[in-house]
């Protein structure tokens, strides 16, 4: 079974920034997208950036510009650097992994912009 281990949230300033990694454990399987999407409280979870196996990548509008999605495709992780945060940047966020066996997510990591 797969598992997607997050790291890298916590609590910053506005204007700063952070790192978010997922890595998978356990067993592997064909991926053809990575990404990740957040859900702030009373708000449906959203999409933030996509990663496609051939190096696109999609952006929601609030994060273009400020935030930028990477990865690596032999290891299967996938990193989102995030850059000048504002208070709204503030939610859960989950890691996604999509492929041939459907969709795996992280179990979620705090990101919290406020002074």
């Known amino acids: 079974q797969v598992q997607l281990v997050e790291s890298g949230g916590g609590l910053v300033p506005p204007g700063g920034s952070l790192r978010l990694s997922c890595a998978p454990s356990?067993?592997?399987?064909?991926?053809?997208?990575m990404g990740w999407y957040r859900q702030a409280p009373g708000k449906q979870r959203e999409l933030v950036a996509l990663l496609l196996r051939s190096g696109s990548t999609s952006y929601a509008e609030s994060v273009k510009g400020r935030f930028t999605v990477s990865g690596d495709n032999a290891k299967n992780t996938v990193f989102l650097q995030m850059n000048s945060l504002k208070p709204e940047d503030t939610a859960v966020y989950y890691c996604?992994?999509?492929?041939?066996?459907?969709?795996?997510w992280g179990q979620g990591t705090q990101v919290t912009v406020s002074s």
């Open positions: 996604l992994h999509r492929g041939a066996q459907g969709d795996y």
């Open positions: 356990g067993s592997s399987f064909s991926i053809w997208a």
